[in-house]
């Protein structure tokens, strides 16, 4: 499947970029962008998302390094947690009114 | 045009009504399409259309400010003024990104703005004589552009609605800086609060057209509601935003060039002059003051830069050569 935004006839690759806020924090996805090379994407990473010192750090990756799942299959893909509420916390009822439970 | 086409794998097995079925449940549900989703094609083409718009509008809005950088008062100026030209840059960018993600190249969104293909704003093809002009600009036609964008952080299309997120949260200094450089002039000497007041005359009347046509007029604009692209018609924003200059025109001690604008208690609105759209027809068909120098001098950047981008193309392939040999 086609990477989005990866079409024929782009010159550049396509990067996603991800950066850190804070020490402490998850690099988290912030967009993309084209570059030439690795050196030169993170480079550009830093002008576009990073002018009001959102972060001290910054990953770089090539969009066509991402494997992804399918957004059309979701219910199936995701299926398997579902109907499966003892998972969570408030699936034990009875023991809502206990103290430090 | 080359379209990311939809996964066969995936949807192969519903047809078309099944496929706009859900396209529309997504919709009526307020959720997101994101870019992998199955889409009617004139949805896809129309954020195209609207994305590269805007895109083109940021990367052009660099000009009249640009013009500005060197003749700014004061170095602490000249810094704010270039601070504010690469948000610019920055916000064209995040939007090619964003359309880019629709299936159509940066490349082919470059070549229909320099052979005037595609449109932008035609706010930007207004001249900016003065330093009050940069003021103005701030206030005013960022001002209006805050207004519109605002509901599109909203806006169905995911890559569109996150970019204006990113957008509108940088945008609100350019507007700040732009009323604090009128405020400046205007309790300035007389001659620099006259030089507040033409570019304010000048101004007004362009960014309330950055609003588009009325709404009896403007063909799209249903059909991009009822796809929740757009959240509010064109003379709902204009009148929101007439709203928020008349208490800030006070403060600035300007007047708004409209001597028929006052408040309607009974209508529920503001009460204005008719809009000059003959003015606006022609400077969106191409006729305004600065249509040509504004492609012109895209073209001629593009164009100067060519070597640049095959240097980076060079080296890169150069060092990925290298690299296959070690291997």
């Given at each position: 499947?086609p990477?989005?935004?990866?079409?024929?006839?782009e010159?550049?690759?396509?990067?996603?970029?991800?950066?850190?806020a804070n020490?402490?924090?998850?690099?988290?996805?912030v967009?993309?962008?084209?570059?030439p090379?690795?050196d030169?994407?993170?480079?550009?990473a830093?002008?576009?998302?990073?002018r009001?010192?959102?972060?001290?750090?910054?990953?770089?990756?090539r969009?066509?390094?991402?494997?992804t799942?399918?957004p059309d299959?979701?219910?199936?893909?995701?299926?398997?947690p579902?109907?499966?509420?003892?998972?969570?916390?408030?699936?034990?009822?009875?023991?809502?009114e206990?103290?430090h439970? | 045009?080359?379209l990311?086409?939809?996964?066969?794998?995936?949807?192969?097995?519903?047809?078309?009504a099944?496929?706009?079925?859900?396209?529309?449940?997504?919709?009526?549900?307020?959720?997101?399409?994101?870019p992998?989703?199955w889409?009617?094609?004139?949805?896809?083409?129309t954020?195209?259309?609207?994305i590269?718009?805007?895109?083109?509008?940021?990367?052009?809005?660099m000009?009249?400010?640009?013009n500005?950088?060197?003749?700014?008062?004061?170095?602490?100026?000249k810094?704010?003024l270039?601070?504010?030209?690469q948000?610019?840059a920055g916000?064209?960018?995040y939007?090619y990104?964003?359309?880019?993600t629709?299936g159509?190249?940066?490349?082919?969104?470059?070549e229909?703005?320099?052979?005037?293909?595609?449109?932008?704003?035609s706010?930007?093809?207004?001249p900016?004589?003065?330093w009050?002009d940069?003021?103005?600009?701030?206030?005013?036609?960022?001002?209006?552009?805050?207004?519109?964008?605002?509901p599109l952080?909203?806006?169905?299309?995911?890559?569109?609605?996150?970019?204006?997120?990113?957008?509108?949260?940088?945008?609100?200094?350019?507007q700040?800086?732009?009323?604090?450089?009128?405020?400046?002039?205007?309790?300035g000497?007389?001659?620099?609060?006259?030089?507040?007041?033409?570019?304010?005359?000048?101004?007004?009347?362009?960014?309330?057209?950055?609003f588009?046509p009325?709404?009896?007029?403007?063909p799209?604009?249903?059909?991009s509601?009822?796809?929740?692209?757009k959240r509010f018609?064109?003379?709902?924003l204009?009148?929101?935003?007439?709203?928020?200059?008349v208490?800030q025109?006070?403060?600035l001690?300007?007047?708004?060039?409209?001597?028929?604008?006052?408040?309607n208690?009974e209508?529920?609105?503001?009460?204005?002059?008719?809009?000059?759209?003959?003015?606006?027809?022609?400077v969106?068909?191409g006729?305004g003051p600065a249509?040509?120098?504004?492609?012109?001098?895209r073209?001629?950047?593009?164009?100067?830069g060519?070597?640049?981008?095959?240097a980076?193309?060079?080296?890169?392939?150069?060092r990925?050569?290298?690299?296959?040999?070690?291997?």
């Open positions: 499947m990477t989005p935004g990866d079409v024929a006839g010159g550049w690759p396509l990067y996603e970029v991800f950066v850190r020490r402490g924090l998850s690099h988290v996805h967009g993309s962008l084209h570059a090379d690795d030169m994407a993170l480079r550009n830093r002008d576009l998302y990073t009001r010192n959102e972060g001290v750090s910054i990953w770089v990756v969009s066509s390094a991402i494997t799942s399918d299959q979701k219910g199936a893909f995701f299926e398997s579902a109907g499966k509420n003892y998972r969570h916390a408030k699936y034990y009822e009875k023991s809502a206990v103290p439970l | 045009m080359t990311t086409a939809p996964d066969a794998s995936a949807t192969g097995d519903l047809d078309e099944e496929l706009q079925a859900r396209f529309d449940a997504l919709i009526e549900a307020d959720q997101r399409i994101e992998r989703d889409m009617p094609g004139a949805y896809r083409k954020l195209i259309r609207q590269s718009q805007h895109a083109h509008s940021e990367i052009i809005g000009q009249p400010e640009g500005w950088i060197s003749r700014a008062p004061t170095l602490k100026r810094a704010i270039m601070a504010k030209v948000d610019e916000h064209g960018l939007l990104s964003a359309a880019q629709l159509i190249s940066r490349d082919e969104m470059t229909q703005l320099i052979t005037s293909r595609a449109r932008y704003s706010i930007f093809n207004y900016t004589p003065t009050a940069m003021g103005a600009i701030g206030w005013l036609v960022d001002g209006a552009a805050i207004c519109n964008q605002v952080c909203r806006a169905s299309y995911g890559p569109y609605g996150r970019a204006m997120v990113r957008i509108c949260k940088e945008e609100s200094f350019h700040r800086q732009g009323f604090e450089i009128l405020l400046e002039l205007s309790q000497t007389e001659a620099q609060h006259r030089m507040a007041q033409e570019a304010v005359d000048r101004w007004y009347w362009p960014s309330l057209m950055m588009g009325p709404d009896d007029e403007s799209n604009s249903a059909q509601m009822a796809w929740k692209i018609s064109n003379d709902e204009r009148q929101r935003f007439v709203g928020m200059l208490p025109a006070e403060v001690g300007l007047t708004l060039p409209d001597p028929n604008l006052r408040w208690e209508r529920g609105q503001w009460d204005m002059s008719e809009i000059d759209w003959t003015e606006f027809n022609e969106l068909a006729r249509n040509a120098q504004r492609i012109q001098h073209r001629d950047a593009h164009e100067d060519a070597w640049v981008r095959e980076a193309a060079a080296y890169a392939e150069k990925a050569a290298r690299e296959r040999q070690a291997a």
